[in-house]
């Protein structure tokens, strides 16, 4: 046990007769306990803002001063928190009044006294019990950090997918020369955006394997003919936001092939390769050749699919991609560090 | 003799590939040179000397985390004028001397048009 950053699993004595502090520092460390004594109000102010699992405090220690320093820190608990305090009063003293008193100064605190001279027995289980008691908020402190940064983790996803969502709409308009390609079009880039998301998911969010993301994009082009799109390469863990941009990549690629290239004909076919070099660079070639197609002819302008690979495969690889209008069939090669990609 | 100076290279820091997508056509229609860009601060670090830049946009939020203020500085430093691209309009406003301003997001064609001035 540290007994420091805030753990909330040592116990803060505050006992201005030594005798009292020393003994009760010895049986609590004699159980496995860790134990912090204040002399004063000073060090009390300096070890409260350490952060005590519970504090042990005998009668003769509680004038004014005190009293206000423990009801300040106890009120600047955060929500989660309510600090167990443990009371040793003298057989003589007024108890119902310094409870009464106590109750109302110390809010937020969980208060157990005992009578002096106090029991081994009892003392030990309830200091030991005050402390699990405690160990538990710290759970619920935990609980609590974790689902703030989960918040904060989604907001930021949510607001990159809209994002995402309006440059793919900005962009989807600009070629557009109907209102039905401009929906048909946005609306097959959304479910490739949803599908990649769906595999991200189900891989927790985390890499993903590059042959579920082909698989699940190029799904619609291959249910007919069979093997229409050829995927080959080893098994690569591709990292999340990588995985959504080849996912786009291979979706505009599949769709151009199949209006324009070689899946728009039956005895077409697309190989999709991928390599690792066995060097220590590990350099990743990716490549997506067609065959069999119509004649392929350069665009003059060239549209949505191809500004958008070149864009996506720089930013991605860390060097342009080649894009071969090949007249025998279209070829798109990307060549960079992997460890961009993995 | 000529008054038309050559078109600006602009380097986008932003690491949303899909705006980048988007802006640098923007930037491209608008007759400026797109010089590449960089998804992290570490990133526009390890690359910086395979671009060739003019200018910058920056985005505040990167994928090494809050790092654009940090990139711009480095930026400015090597001479390249910054402007914040960024939703995070009050975080830009806290380091006025690094960019020329600050263009809100989602982009608009005009403000960009508008801003990307600033740089001559």
Not at chain 1, 171 to 176: I, L, S
């Amino acid at each position: 046990m540290s007994g420091t950053d805030g753990s909330l699993d040592w116990v803060l004595i505050l006992a201005p007769y030594r005798r009292d502090a020393e003994y009760l520092k010895t049986l609590l460390t004699q159980h496995d306990m860790v134990v912090k004594q204040a002399a004063g109000p000073e060090e009390l102010a300096e070890r409260l803002n350490e952060g005590p699992g519970i504090l042990v405090v005998t009668h003769e220690a509680l004038n004014p001063e005190v009293l206000d320093l423990i009801g300040g820190h106890l009120a600047a608990q955060p929500s989660w928190s309510e600090m167990p305090i443990t009371v040793l009063l003298d057989r003589v003293a007024p108890q119902a009044r310094i409870r009464a008193e106590l109750g109302g100064r110390w809010p937020r605190s969980r208060q157990i006294f005992y009578q002096r001279p106090v029991a081994t027995l009892e003392l030990l289980s309830g200091v030991q019990s005050a402390l699990l008691a405690r160990l538990r908020q710290r759970d619920v402190r935990d609980h609590i950090e974790q689902e703030v940064e989960l918040r904060r983790e989604l907001n930021h996803r949510v607001k990159n997918i809209l994002a995402s969502v309006t440059a793919i709409f900005e962009m989807t308009r600009r070629g557009a020369t109907s209102l039905d390609q401009l929906a048909d079009d946005y609306a097959g880039r959304l479910q490739a955006l949803s599908k990649v998301h769906s595999v991200v998911f189900e891989a927790d969010g985390e890499a993903v394997d590059l042959t579920a993301i082909v698989e699940r994009t190029c799904s619609p082009y291959r249910s007919d003919a069979g093997d229409r799109i050829l995927a080959k390469g080893p098994p690569i863990r591709v990292k999340r936001d990588a995985s959504m941009t080849l996912a786009l990549c291979f979706h505009e690629l599949a769709t151009n092939a199949l209006k324009y290239g070689a899946l728009s004909r039956p005895e077409g076919r697309v190989r999709l390769d991928w390599e690792l070099s066995s060097d220590a660079d590990r350099i990743l070639t990716l490549r997506w050749i067609e065959s069999g197609g119509p004649p392929v002819t350069e665009p003059s302008n060239p549209g949505y699919g191809t500004r958008y690979i070149r864009s996506a495969l720089r930013g991605l690889f860390g060097s342009p991609p080649q894009i071969i209008f090949d007249p025998g069939g279209l070829r798109c090669i990307a060549v960079g560090p992997s460890s961009r990609i993995c | 003799m000529s008054l038309t100076l050559p078109p600006l290279r602009i380097l986008y820091v932003e690491d949303n590939p899909l705006i980048v997508f988007h802006v640098e056509a923007m930037i491209e229609d608008l007759g400026y040179i797109f010089a590449g860009s960089a998804g992290s601060f570490a990133e526009l670090v390890a690359e910086f000397d395979t671009f060739e830049v003019d200018a910058a946009l920056v985005d505040i939020d990167l994928a090494d985390g809050r790092t654009g203020p940090a990139a711009a500085a480095w930026l400015q430093e090597r001479g390249i004028p910054s402007i914040f691209v960024t939703g995070q309009m009050r975080v830009a406003a806290e380091y006025p001397q690094l960019s020329l301003g600050t263009i809100a997001k989602p982009i608009s064609t005009q403000d960009l048009a508008e801003k990307l001035k600033w740089f001559r």
